[in-house]
């Protein structure tokens, strides 16, 4: 028993011993590349988002080392996975910059996951660019806080707007129970409430919940002519199929989240009709020959046409890769801060990008619809 | 207002088989087998692989489905379950064994199939059929009829089946049980075997509704546990009642009060009853008597 446990600590030194030198040359390995951190929503409800920004980002560090990388370095990608959630999100992010260090995150992609790091990155300096949070919460979130994607305040008022123009009366809005629905949804109401315009009902659901049939029920029994679906693909989607199956003939209003694949497949054919509004410079039919040079490139390597997921988390990728490029060897958050501040423009395949003084960006808005199951411009 | 009822007898019809199931397995076993959502979630999971990835048709698909996943809850039992009952195990160790084995496999399903919502419906979506004001789909039809006579067949089955008796002389009295003969391990599996059946149908069941993500388990296995909790463990009406009553307070609770509060009232209503009427609604107090 006795050669037993000397025979179990020996081994559990070695292994030690083993482990340690492995860290040991990790530190050897960092400087070969520089690393930026990316968080991403691998696994989870919107893991379809996720791994569209690792493509993306995937093709940004091709491109970037081909040329070169930042003054002859390889540049890398530290992804992490935040599932989603804001809890892993925090996990992921003191991760990225209490032991890898880096000097930069590009994410999150939903607000949420945004909002809750982003005390961290500050506190720290570490830059964050969120690819596609749109909460106005953010715009205030600190120094260091950057978007590519434009506030909800654009999105939800043009979208309120909208309906009040064309006419619709009476709205019932279903909100997802989180930073971002709850937000967006409000916007709208201030935006479609009028003399003429009503809001019967704004009801949250959580995002656990898969069985919408009482909140319809009573959106139903509200006759409203629209209903203003403000959440994620997944229940989106959910929500029109099972209002369509309770026989609910209302206008189905939905975020800019929608235009995603799994959305129309989910739906079926109950999504035919949804508007929706799209708040970026990114067009599959653009001009533009950067924006068309990146959707060729991309569909050369991964064989199907980016969407805005893809063009945003591009972006934002680009944007590190160029503030590091002008800062002299020293690749610190606060040398980015500084880039971004006084860029000026910058042409990215999301269209024109320039940082207010809060790190937000101002987009166009265009409104599209689904048709024959795909996405459409909607005309006029 | 008629809708409600109808949206309330869908929603009874989907936790009543998840209820019942989970409920015999506590009866027999005394602990709360947990990792009975994650043999739901198979349910759906493996209908899914045989008919979309080997292109079974649903037929098919299904009782090969309802097949694997009464084996899993069996491998569950044999591997897991009787070793720690073999080393007198209290009933707290099983509980976190099953929980454990709820967050592995459910991982497992993540891993290999991905965590987005997969499907299993075939035919596009359906506008409901109109009755008396209310819509139902003709699924949702067929899902209140399944859930309806599973539960008559199972009742029937427990009260005049030989193993029927079986299982309610070892949840009864386990040590007399087996001074009758009857092999009480044995009893347990073939417990886990119908229970297991019954989840893997009810995934089944709600995944043709609602198609299905890795973590839908838990949430219909919370409300099958409310329901138990407040029908009373002990008869099979009483659960019935106790389904009835969760169903019927979330779907005309959301009315009054937000929708955000829908799960919110299912518990309410489980303190509640915790506090006034433990042992359920059909309950009876039992006396413990001591020789």
Redesign the interface.
């Known amino acids: 028993m006795r050669y037993l446990n000397y025979f179990i600590r020996t081994v559990f030194v070695i292994i030690s011993i083993i482990l340690l030198s492995c860290t040991k040359s990790d530190e050897l390995e960092k400087t070969k590349t520089i690393k930026i951190g990316v968080i991403l929503p691998l696994t989870g409800d919107i893991a379809s988002w996720g791994k569209k920004g690792q493509n993306a980002i995937e093709l940004a560090i091709e491109k970037i080392n081909s040329n070169g990388g930042i003054n002859g370095v390889r540049i890398e990608a530290l992804y992490e996975d935040d599932k989603g959630s804001p809890q892993v999100a925090v996990n992921a992010v003191s991760k990225l910059i209490y032991t890898n260090k880096v000097p930069a995150i590009v994410g999150g992609i939903i607000s949420a996951v945004t909002l809750s790091v982003a005390p961290i990155a500050e506190k720290n300096k570490v830059i964050l660019i969120a690819t596609t949070s749109s909460a106005p919460a953010i715009t205030f979130a600190g120094d260091y806080i950057y978007r590519v994607w434009p506030s909800d305040l654009l999105e939800g008022s043009a979208l309120g707007k909208f309906a009040k123009e064309k006419g619709f009366k009476r709205a019932v809005l279903l909100h997802l129970n989180n930073d971002y629905g709850i937000s967006i949804a409000k916007i709208f109401k201030k935006n479609f409430e009028s003399i003429d315009s009503k809001i019967l009902a704004d009801e949250g659901y959580q995002e656990t919940n898969t069985d919408y049939r009482s909140i319809l029920t009573k959106a139903k029994l509200l006759n409203p002519d629209v209903i203003y679906t403000a959440g994620y693909y997944e229940d989106c989607a959910r929500l029109i199929k099972q209002a369509r199956e309770l026989g609910i003939e209302s206008q189905f209003l939905g975020v800019t989240a929608i235009e995603d694949d799994k959305y129309i497949q989910i739906a079926g054919s109950s999504a035919e009709g949804v508007i929706y509004p799209l708040a970026t410079g990114f067009d599959l039919n653009s001009k533009d020959t950067i924006i068309q040079k990146f959707i060729q490139n991309f569909r050369k390597k991964y064989n199907y046409d980016p969407g805005w997921v893809e063009s945003h988390c591009y972006d934002a990728f680009m944007l590190v890769y160029k503030a590091l490029c002008n800062s002299k060897y020293e690749i610190t958050g606060t040398k980015i801060k500084n880039y971004l501040d006084n860029m000026g423009i910058y042409h990215g395949v999301t269209g024109i990008i320039k940082f207010d003084k809060n790190g937000d960006v101002i987009k166009p808005v265009k409104f599209k619809t689904i048709q024959n199951g795909k996405f459409e411009n909607l005309e006029k | 207002m008629i ?2 009822l109808v ?1 309330s007898v ?2 009874f019809g ?1 936790i009543i088989i998840v209820t019942i199931s989970f409920s015999f397995i506590y009866k027999v076993t005394k602990f709360f087998h947990f990792a009975h959502a994650v043999v739901f979630t198979s349910g759906a999971y493996f209908t899914f692989l045989f008919k979309v990835w080997l292109g079974f048709p649903l037929f098919i698909a299904i009782p090969l489905a309802v097949a694997c996943s009464t084996i899993l809850g069996c491998a569950m039992d044999l591997t897991v379950y009787r070793t720690l009952r073999k080393r007198k195990a209290t009933s707290l160790v099983l509980l976190l064994a099953s929980l454990g084995l709820n967050v592995v496999i459910q991982n497992v399903i ?1 891993m290999v199939l ?4 997969k ?1 299993i419906r075939t035919g ?5 059929i ?1 009755i008396f004001g209310a ?1 139902i ?1 003709p699924t949702q039809i067929g899902i209140i009829i399944t859930s309806i006579v599973l539960v008559i067949l199972t009742a029937i089955f427990l009260k005049y089946a030989k193993f029927g008796k079986a299982m309610r002389a070892v949840s009864n009295n386990p040590e007399l049980a087996l001074i009758s003969g009857i092999d009480s391990e044995r009893t347990i599996l073939y417990t886990f075997a119908l229970g297991s059946a019954l989840a893997g149908i009810a995934g089944i069941l709600v995944a043709l ?3 299905m ?1 890795p ?2 388990g838990m ?1 219909a296995l919370m409300m099958g546990v409310v329901a138990m909790i407040i029908g009373g463990v002990n008869s099979i009406t009483g659960i019935v009642f106790g389904s009835l009553l969760l169903a019927l307070a ?2 005309f609770g ?2 009054k009060i ?3 509060w ?2 919110a009232i299912a518990f309410i209503i489980l303190f509640l009853f915790l506090l006034i009427k433990p042992e359920g609604f059909l309950g009876k107090k039992i006396k413990k008597v001591s020789v």
């Open positions: 809708q409600l949206n869908i929603t989907l993540s991905g965590d987005d919502t499907s596009d979506v359906q506008v409901g109109e819509y789909t509704d609602v198609d993500t973590t839908m949430n979330q779907n959301v009315w937000s929708s955000q829908q799960d």
